[in-house]
């Protein structure tokens, strides 16, 4: 037997068995059954554009795998948002890369408030293409960490007609970008009628979880030329908190940093002192006792939202003018507007230095700290009067903002038949995101929590130097003058009694809400033709010709009072700044053709030159072929390279207030040469740099349709892709690399902000500048499964099953050359199997599905305090257990194209696994903790 004990929890991974024979949303085609809604309204055009090809009129089942999400998709998974629909594609799972707002909050680990992203394959938002139409999206003015997204938040459900996702490299068609693939919202057009909508939905757990959603949708033809559709949808939601399911109600370690701060003054006490139960102080049930000394610990479970409380009101507006037979001139515009709020876990406060003359002492906490200092000579309280007392504590409220987003988007072109069968496109787009985040609750200004604790501030708003203040360590030298002195009244903060009681003035001059502005623009002008080059013996030769110009500009402005310098590296209490400005002018141009080689043999050949400011240019090619041997069999290939110029949020990053916790194993040098010692925990620094260079990726796969009988189809595809010269930061290698002389190393409160490098004291790393740069690579690749198959069973209605699954072979990364190899598939937060399924009914009026999400189990992270605090060995392996939920939808046709429909995400209510390495104690990347959720809706077309 391993001398390591294996831990799992929940249920087993055989469960994944159960969605067998059933379907996913996934790789579904749109149902085109009569009287189906929403494919009576479709596009009656014969020509159509594939994902995956500029080239129109093509097959769907070309040379390159393409998945797609249909309206049906959308409405029978009674999602409200387009995340919903899309985090659980097994082509969107891995890492945490894909993120929702279940993952949001006012904290540098936390993603944006109010956004949402998709990444493919694990690699990363801003290495997914994201189209809108086929055109690029503007970026969130707002970034996450460092790493620019295309926010999918900003886009109505409403007006989304379907999604096509190309889960490949596809630079050489799309953009040099597109490392991971491309995912292009399709937007509804060519409505004609009113159609009304509303949804009314709510968890069963008994809390209030409940979401709004109304939407219009109207389009009429104006004369014989002119047609126009308007699309309007609102949306609501409440909040939802982890202390609202009992999963993750109670943290598995509670911060021993409580609202009863604990105190020491470093020099006559060993051990840390508190307000006792006894005292009146911490209640019983949070006061402990460890190897510092007391404590009073909280439950930071309780505070911290999952889902942000939010409101949107969005819309599209479009408008087609036909010129002539022949060109038509069309409008597009796209607006949202968001406004939401994310809330964290209080503040916390190390090192506080408080007077002992402050006049809210308690004396019974006077007297414990005297008893604990009498071992070194104190006898009275006075004796630590002149000489800080320490406080490690929180703030009484949890950290919150609120941020206001406004997207839009215009896009107007002309497109029409350029001669034969040749056609042409060509649009001017002008697009941005403005946001403007604003703190609501627990953003305390550092300077005035220190100078009120020590006496600094008088009733009336002046100052006076009672203690010189060290707002870099932190820490206070006495020096006497007082408010008194000059006819004044000093005015203290009480951070006894659980902080609760203040004086009139206090809460004023410690809350900001800093305010922090974001904008992002884009402008482009594009165009393509696209037809038949000449006709060979195995069928016509078809081609796509086009270019583009792009000009981005990125600036996110961070309130003054949230800028770190170096006298006051933390302006705000526990709470991080960043910035960035940023602008590039780039240009492409791109060729595709498509060949049929032989009967049953086609082969695609794309390739793509793009032009960077400042990051240079470079080609990439794509290849690709399908060959069908018989009727019932095809076999697919492609291969493709990408090159990724830094973002706007990487290329004009400023500073990025962080934390990190040194790693002594991995960098002894920055423990003094003890690699078993506990390293110091920083408050660093992300700063930019202005020398990176641009990642560089292929990709390659290959892949096989079968389809025995014309109602079924099995697919396979094998997926490779390597991404190298990743731009971020390893704080280990970077470590490594100033102790080797490459960056600065000085004392303490030495190094300016913004400077990379390091801060010692005795031996061991104080404080970093961590510096973004290019480093290692990662490289994936796995097989996607498929399977559709279609019944018509008479009587009892027509029936499509189908299954989609994504097995990851390999998934590995170094962070940088002296970094190790890591294998991340089966890792923490890295599922290796992902499945997905839908048995799908219509009959007559009726319309109803079953669909099945499975994801399989991974090693879980916990560090060795949570595995303390819950009595687990230390020297175990532990596993989060697979996770398997249920979905299913009714709705029934009350009139012609209207119908009633009840849908309930995960309808046997599956409690999410436990994860120890999560401080939510569940991964809210890839699983879901609010449990069974139904919804409502009526819809009416007129």
């Not at 680990?109 to 189209?131: E, F, I, M, Q, Y």
């Not at 599905?849 to 595995?867: A, E, I, M």
Request: with cysteine.
């Amino acid at each position: 037997m391993s001398s390591h004990t294996k831990f799992r929890f929940g249920a087993t991974s055989a469960a994944a068995l159960l969605l067998a024979g059933i379907s996913t949303p996934a790789l579904a085609q749109a149902d085109n059954t009569p009287g189906n809604p929403e494919a009576d309204n479709a596009s009656t055009d014969d020509t159509i554009v594939v994902t995956g090809s500029r080239i129109e009129g093509l097959p769907t089942d070309g040379p390159v795998q393409t998945v797609t999400v249909s309206r049906q998709d959308i409405v029978e998974s009674g999602a409200a948002t387009v995340i919903e629909v899309l985090q659980d594609l097994p082509v969107a799972v891995g890492g945490g890369a894909t993120f929702s707002t279940a993952t949001a909050g006012p904290l540098s680990s936390d993603t944006p408030v109010g956004a949402s992203a998709v990444s493919l394959r694990g690699l990363g938002a801003s290495s997914t293409l994201t189209l809108i139409n086929g055109r690029r999206a503007q970026i969130s003015a707002f970034a996450r960490g460092q790493e620019s997204f295309i926010d999918a938040s900003s886009i109505p459900l409403a007006a989304v007609e379907r999604v096509e996702v190309l889960p490949s490299g596809a630079s050489a068609i799309y953009g040099a970008d597109a490392v991971a693939g491309v995912v292009n919202y399709v937007l509804r057009e060519d409505f004609e009628g009113l159609e009304l909508s509303a949804s009314y939905g709510n968890s069963t757990a008994g809390t209030d979880e409940g979401r709004y959603n109304l939407t219009a949708v109207a389009g009429a033809r104006i004369g014989e030329r002119n047609s126009v559709m308007l699309v309007v949808d609102y949306f609501k939601r409440n909040p939802f908190f982890l202390r609202d399911r009992a999963i993750s109600r109670d943290s598995f370690r509670p911060s021993q940093q409580g609202f009863y701060p604990s105190f020491n003054d470093l020099f006559f006490q060993f051990f840390d002192q508190t307000e006792e139960p006894q005292d009146g102080g911490c209640a019983a049930d949070d006061f402990g006792s460890g190897n510092l000394g007391e404590f009073c610990e909280v439950n930071t479970n309780a505070f911290v939202s999952v889902q942000d409380r939010m409101e949107t009101i969005g819309g599209l507006f479009t408008h087609q003018f036909e010129i002539s037979d022949t060109i038509t001139w069309y409008n597009d515009v796209l607006y949202s507007r968001v406004e939401s709020r994310g809330v964290s876990s209080p503040a916390n406060f190390s090192r506080a230095p408080i007077d002992p003359e402050n006049p809210f002492w308690p004396a019974a906490l006077q007297e414990d700290i005297v008893q604990e200092g009498s071992f070194e000579g104190a006898t009275d309280f006075s004796d630590f009067f002149g000489f800080p007392i320490y406080a490690w504590g929180k703030i009484p409220e949890p950290r919150a903002v609120e941020i206001e987003s406004d997207s839009y988007r215009w896009t107007t072109g002309l497109r029409g038949e350029a001669g034969g069968d040749w056609n042409y496109d060509i649009a001017f787009l002008y697009g941005g995101n403005d946001r403007v985040q604003r703190g609501v609750s627990g953003l305390a200004i550092a300077r005035n929590f220190y100078d009120l604790n020590l006496g600094n501030v008088c009733t009336d708003g002046s100052r006076v130097e009672r203690w010189d203040v060290d707002l870099g360590r932190p820490d206070a030298d006495f020096v006497g003058d007082t408010c008194e002195d000059i006819g004044k009244t000093t005015l203290w903060y009480n951070p006894f009694g659980g902080q609760t009681t203040q004086e009139a003035g206090v809460a004023e001059l410690l809350a900001t809400q800093a305010e922090r502005t974001g904008r992002s623009k884009l402008y482009s002008v594009d165009g393509n033709v696209n037809g038949t080059l000449l006709e060979l013996p195995s069928g016509p030769l078809k081609a796509a010709f086009g270019g583009e110009f792009r000009r981005e500009t990125l600036r996110d402005t961070p309130s003054g009072v949230a800028v770190a310098t170096i006298d006051n590296p933390e302006p705000i209490l526990g709470f991080s700044s960043t910035s960035a400005a940023a602008s590039r002018n780039s240009w492409a141009v791109y060729g595709e053709v498509y060949v049929p080689v032989a009967d049953g043999f086609d082969l695609q050949l794309a390739g793509r030159y793009d032009d960077f400011q400042g990051f240079g240019s470079d080609f990439n090619p794509k290849v690709a072929a399908r060959w069908q041997p018989a009727d019932w069999i095809a076999l697919r290939a492609n291969y493709s390279t990408s090159f990724r110029a830094p973002s706007l949020a990487q290329s004009g990053a400023g500073v990025l207030l962080s934390s990190y916790r040194v790693d002594c194993e991995a960098t002894p040098g920055a423990c003094d040469g003890d690699a078993s010692a506990d390293g110091e925990a920083l408050l660093s620094e992300d700063v930019g740099n202005p020398a990176l260079g641009a990642e560089n990726a292929r990709s390659f796969g290959g892949g096989v349709v079968v389809t025995p009988t014309p109602d079924i189809e099995l697919r396979a595809d094998y997926w490779n892709i390597r991404h190298e010269d990743l731009v971020g930061i390893d704080e280990d290698d970077f470590i490594r690399r100033a102790l080797a002389g490459e960056f600065a190393v000085v004392g303490a409160g030495e190094l300016p902000t913004g400077t990379p490098g390091l801060e010692v004291a005795n031996g061991f790393v104080t404080d970093a500048h961590f510096q973004i740069t290019n480093l290692g690579f990662q490289k994936t690749d796995g097989i996607d499964f498929g399977y559709t198959h279609r019944l018509g069973g008479g009587s009892v209605g027509d029936f499509t099953l189908t299954f989609d699954a994504t097995k990851i072979l390999n998934f590995e990364r170094q962070a940088s050359d002296a970094s190790p190899l890591e294998q991340l598939a089966g890792d923490y937060l890295y599922p290796d199997f992902i499945a997905s399924g839908k048995v799908r009914w219509r009959n007559a009026r009726w319309r109803a599905s079953v669909s099945g999400h499975y994801k399989s189990g991974y090693s879980d992270d916990p560090s060795n305090r949570t595995l303390e605090a819950l009595g687990l060995p230390l020297d175990a392996d532990y596993e989060v257990d697979d996770y398997l939920t249920f979905d299913m939808s009714v709705s029934y046709d009350f009139a012609e194209d209207s119908f009633i429909q009840l849908s309930a995400r995960n309808v046997l209510d599956a409690d999410p696994p436990r994860v120890l390495g999560s401080s939510s104690n569940v991964d809210l990347f890839n699983h879901d903790l609010i449990g069974r959720y139904v919804t409502v809706r009526v819809t009416s077309r007129f």
